[in-house]
């Protein structure tokens, strides 16, 4: 039981190239997330997902998208990366059943834009 | 404001108590919690307290909430060196499961 998988761990971009996070857990949550935590600022939402086929936009969605083709991975993609989006990614999810809405979260992709 | 609010660093000496606080702003937040975040790594559940409660205690970890002033703390008795992290309060927003956490409170435990 691996709980919740990010890769790539660590990446650098240049300034408009694009790329895509992929998570995936063994779970069998329904709901997932992404965030992205900068210093000083905590953990914001950018994309998140109830179920299979459907997502919705967080806090701070623009620039990215997401997609949720299957219940186990919730992919995040940057179409045309800014050194804005440096940052780190963390994907997470949960249970609706849960009876204290544990979020569970992998361990991070470290993204750099240059 | 919208904001969940913490100190953003605390010091202490090996066996000393932590008091980490918390002001967050959704007073129908059925959940508040606790994360733990080591270096390089994911966030942890650490505890948990429903919203129908004072208090909450756990081996080492006390959590006591005041609705009326919408604050949160975490009291870590006897901190060990391990203990050293960045703490993180969060609150359910409402109508879903969306967590708003707060900015974090880094811990440095000296031996």
């Known amino acids: 039981n691996a709980g919740v998988t990010q890769t790539p761990k660590f990446r650098v971009l240049k300034t408009g190239q694009s790329m895509t996070l992929l998570c995936a857990q063994d779970m069998n949550h329904e709901y997932m997330y992404w965030y992205r935590q900068d210093p000083g600022m905590g953990l914001r939402l950018i994309h998140y997902s109830v179920g299979e086929g459907t997502t919705a936009k967080g806090e701070v969605p623009d620039g990215y998208n997401v997609s949720r083709l299957k219940k186990q991975n919730f992919l995040l993609g940057l179409e045309s990366a800014a050194p804005s989006q440096t940052s780190v990614y963390f994907c997470?999810?949960?249970?609706?059943?849960?009876?204290?809405?544990?979020?569970?979260f992998g361990p991070g992709t470290r993204l750099t834009v240059l | 404001g919208e904001d969940v609010e913490q100190s953003l660093f605390l010091s202490v000496r090996e066996g000393d108590s932590s008091v980490i606080n918390c002001t967050y702003t959704d007073s129908s937040s059925t959940y508040l919690y606790w994360y733990k975040q080591e270096p390089g790594a994911g966030l942890q559940l650490l505890t948990y307290i429903f919203s129908n409660m004072d208090m909450k205690q756990d081996q080492r970890l006390t959590v006591l909430l005041n609705k009326k002033d919408k604050h949160l703390s975490l009291r870590i008795a006897d901190t060990q060196t391990g203990d050293s992290a960045i703490y993180f309060c969060a609150e359910v927003r409402s109508g879903f499961q969306k967590l708003v956490f707060g900015t974090g409170t880094r811990l440095l435990v000296s031996p």
């Open positions: 997470a999810s949960s249970s609706p059943t849960s009876a204290h809405n544990e979020q569970f």
